[in-house]
T-cell receptor, first 109, second 112 residues
Framework: EDQVTQSPEALRLQEGESSSLNCSYTVSGLRGLFWYRQDPGKGPEFLFTLYSAGEEKEKERLKATLTKKESFLHITAPKPEDSATYLCAVRGYNNDMRFGAGTRLTVKP | ETGVTQSPTHLIKTRGQQVTLRCSSQSGHNTVSWYQQALGQGPQFIFQYYREEENGRGNFPPRFSGLQFPNYSSELNVNALELDDSALYLC???????????FGQGTRLTVV
């Protein structure tokens, strides 16, 4: 069965303090690994799609990387507006998107 | 703005009742999927439709059913509501089966 585990569950950073979020996964035939950002009470907002090991994507202060077993979301010099829950999901051969429980990021000014 | 809209935004129902939630996908998106998200958890896959046919289903009982229409709208029906059905229900659409999904803002369902 496809599984996604995200760590840590919660992360508190000072503004400007860079860090990384981890997403470990097992999937039967990876057809995509997805990162989303979710603000309280809202739907997830798409950030990145990664399809194969070694692939990297960047957007502003965020950079996502992928290996055969895990993905990292690196946050460089975060700002308070980066505070949100970050969700990782994988899609395998059975077509459904399996989500992790998320990492709740708080960035203090 | 993702172009995916859901209605209603909030809903309160009584245990045992039936509910229909609606979603309008982005034009051109052939795939729509529905998710249930409990507080503090990641979204859980309910089912997916591709060109109006059910294409995959998660571990949800048959009282959760859906439809996708040719005009890029879809609906989620839940019969015999239980207290544990209280959650945020999310609709997501994508161009096809392998591309990223774009989510609506969700419908908050409370069962009392």
């Amino acid at each position: 069965e496809d599984q996604v585990t995200q760590s840590p569950e919660a992360l508190r950073l000072q503004e400007g303090e860079s860090s990384s979020l981890n997403c470990s996964y097992t999937v039967s035939g990876l057809r995509g690994l997805f990162w989303y950002r979710q603000d309280p009470g809202k739907g997830p907002e798409f950030l990145f799609t990664l399809y194969s090991a070694g692939e990297e994507k960047e957007k502003e202060r965020l950079k996502a990387t992928l290996t055969k077993k895990e993905s990292f979301l690196h946050i460089t010099a975060p700002k308070p507006e980066d505070s949100a829950t970050y969700l990782c999901a994988v899609r395998g051969y059975n077509n459904d998107m399996r989500f992790g429980a998320g990492t709740r990021l708080t960035v203090k000014p | 703005e993702t172009g995916v809209t859901q209605s209603p935004t909030h809903l309160i129902k009584t245990r045992g009742q039936q509910v229909t939630l609606r979603c309008s996908s982005q034009s051109g998106h052939n795939t729509v999927s529905w998710y249930q998200q409990a507080l503090g958890q990641g979204p859980q896959f309910i089912f997916q439709y591709y060109r109006e046919e059910e294409n995959g289903r998660g571990n949800f009982p048959p009282r959760f059913s859906g439809l996708q229409f040719p005009n890029y709208s879809s609906e989620l029906n839940v019969n015999a509501l239980e207290l544990d059905d209280s959650a945020l229900y999310l609709c997501a659409s994508s161009w096809d089966l392998n591309t990223e999904a774009f989510f609506g803002q969700g419908t908050r369902l409370t069962v009392v």
